[in-house]
C-alpha cells in the first residue's frame, strides 16, 4: 500500500455540547459551558504494519486539526473565549495506537488549536482504542497556567457508530470556565506548604 496519502477520507464530523446551570445542588454563577468536534475518517493503515507513518501523518494531521480548531472556537464564540483545552483520539479495531498517536501528538496538528486560543500550555490528551461507541474522554486544563486546577476538567461523550475497524476518531475539547464552586486550591499553594520551589518543583 503507498502512504501518499492526498487528503484525508472524513466519514462524518460530530459536535458535543454540555452546558451545566447547577452544580453540587447550588446555582453556578455563569453556565459552565464543555464543547468538543470530533473528526471520524479512515485508517489508511488499518491491518498493516506500516514502517513509515510520517507522510500520512504529514497529509492528515494538518486537515483534521484546523477543522477540528474551527468547530471548536466557533462553539465558544471565538479563540479568547476558551480557558481550557484538551485533546482524544481513538482508533478502531484494526489499528494501532501508534496511529492515533501520530496524528494528534504532531505540531502540525495541535498548533492551529493552541494558536487559535493563544495558549501556552501543552494539550492534555487520551489515546485508546476501541470498537464503536467508546467513551472518547477529553482531559482538559487552563490553556495558559498548567497549575490552575479549577480547569482540571474532563469532558466525555461517545458516538455510536464510531470508530469502525478501519477508522480513526480524532477530538478537541474546550471550557469557557473552570469548574464551579472551585475550592481545593492550586498546586503551588501544595507546593509552597511542602517546602518546594514554587518556579522549579522538580528541583532541577
Given at each position: 500500500?503507498s502512504n501518499?496519502?492526498?487528503?484525508p477520507e472524513?466519514r462524518?464530523?460530530?459536535t458535543?455540547e454540555d452546558?451545566?446551570?447547577i452544580?453540587g445542588?447550588k446555582a453556578?454563577?455563569e453556565?459552565w459551558?464543555m464543547f468538543?468536534?470530533?473528526?471520524?475518517f479512515?485508517?489508511p493503515?488499518?491491518?498493516q504494519?506500516?514502517?513509515?507513518l510520517?507522510p500520512?501523518?504529514?497529509?492528515?494531521a494538518?486537515?483534521?486539526?484546523?477543522m477540528?480548531s474551527?468547530r471548536v472556537?466557533d462553539m465558544?464564540?471565538g479563540?479568547?473565549?476558551i480557558?481550557?483545552y484538551g485533546?482524544?483520539?481513538i482508533?478502531?479495531?484494526?489499528?494501532?495506537i501508534?496511529?492515533?498517536?501520530?496524528?494528534?501528538?504532531?505540531?502540525?496538528?495541535?498548533?492551529?488549536?493552541?494558536e487559535a486560543?493563544g495558549?501556552?500550555?501543552?494539550l492534555?490528551?487520551?489515546?485508546?482504542?476501541?470498537?464503536?461507541n467508546?467513551?472518547?474522554?477529553?482531559?482538559?486544563?487552563?490553556k495558559?497556567?498548567a497549575?490552575?486546577r479549577s480547569?482540571?476538567l474532563?469532558?466525555?461523550?461517545?458516538i455510536g457508530?464510531a470508530p469502525?475497524p478501519?477508522?480513526i476518531?480524532?477530538a478537541l475539547?474546550g471550557a469557557?470556565?473552570?469548574?464551579?464552586?472551585?475550592?481545593?486550591?492550586?498546586r503551588y499553594?501544595?507546593l509552597?506548604?511542602?517546602?518546594n520551589?514554587v518556579?522549579?518543583?522538580?528541583?532541577?
Amino acid at each position: 500500500m503507498s502512504n501518499k496519502i492526498i487528503k484525508p477520507e472524513i466519514r462524518k464530523i460530530v459536535t458535543y455540547e454540555d452546558t451545566t446551570f447547577i452544580e453540587g445542588f447550588k446555582a453556578v454563577a455563569e453556565p459552565w459551558h464543555m464543547f468538543a468536534a470530533a473528526a471520524v475518517f479512515t485508517n489508511p493503515w488499518a491491518g498493516q504494519f506500516v514502517d513509515d507513518l510520517r507522510p500520512g501523518i504529514q497529509a492528515i494531521a494538518p486537515v483534521i486539526g484546523e477543522m477540528l480548531s474551527a468547530r471548536v472556537v466557533d462553539m465558544a464564540g471565538g479563540g479568547d473565549k476558551i480557558e481550557a483545552y484538551g485533546k482524544a483520539a481513538i482508533v478502531g479495531m484494526n489499528g494501532e495506537i501508534e496511529h492515533a498517536s501520530g496524528v494528534t501528538h504532531t505540531l502540525r496538528f495541535g498548533n492551529f488549536y493552541r494558536e487559535a486560543v493563544g495558549a501556552k500550555s501543552y494539550l492534555s490528551f487520551t489515546n485508546l482504542r476501541g470498537p464503536a461507541n467508546t467513551a472518547i474522554t477529553i482531559p482538559m486544563m487552563d490553556k495558559i497556567d498548567a497549575g490552575r486546577r479549577s480547569h482540571y476538567l474532563t469532558l466525555q461523550f461517545a458516538i455510536g457508530d464510531a470508530p469502525g475497524p478501519d477508522e480513526i476518531l480524532v477530538a478537541l475539547g474546550g471550557a469557557t470556565t473552570g469548574r464551579p464552586h472551585h475550592r481545593i486550591g492550586d498546586r503551588y499553594q501544595d507546593l509552597a506548604e511542602m517546602g518546594n520551589d514554587v518556579d522549579n518543583p522538580a528541583g532541577v
